[in-house]
C-alpha cells in the first residue's frame, strides 16, 4: 500500500495525463506540474510499482518536452498512445 501522499500525487498525475489524452490539449503550467510530481515521485523513490518506475522518466520527459514546443496541442497530439498508456498504468483501479 501506498503512502497518502504519494497516492493523491498519483491521482494528480492521473487527472493530468488523463484530461490531456482525451481533450488533446493542455498548458504549459500542466506541463511543468507533471514534471514536479514524477521528479517528486522519482526523488523519493516512493513508487513500488515496477511498471510506473519504468514509466516515470518517460512521463516526466513528455512533461519537459511540452513546456518547451511551439506547438503543444500538437505535441500531446503526437503522445496519444504514450498518454493511454501512462494513464492506465496510473489508474486507480490498476494500483490498488
Not at 514536479?36 to 519504468?54: C, Y
Request: glycine share 4%; aromatic share 4%.
Amino acid at each position: 500500500m501506498m503512502a497518502p501522499n504519494v497516492q493523491n500525487q498519483l491521482n494528480l498525475l492521473y487527472d493530468l495525463l488523463s484530461e490531456q489524452s482525451e481533450d488533446c490539449c493542455g498548458s504549459v503550467s500542466e506541463c511543468q506540474q507533471i514534471q514536479r510530481l514524477v521528479k517528486s515521485m522519482m526523488a523519493k523513490q516512493s513508487i513500488d510499482d515496477p511498471l510506473l518506475q519504468q514509466l516515470l522518466p518517460d512521463i516526466y520527459n513528455y512533461g519537459r518536452q511540452g513546456e518547451l514546443v511551439q506547438n503543444l496541442d500538437s505535441h500531446i497530439e503526437s503522445h496519444r498512445d504514450s498518454l493511454q498508456q501512462w494513464v492506465d498504468a496510473i489508474s486507480p483501479s490498476t494500483l490498488q
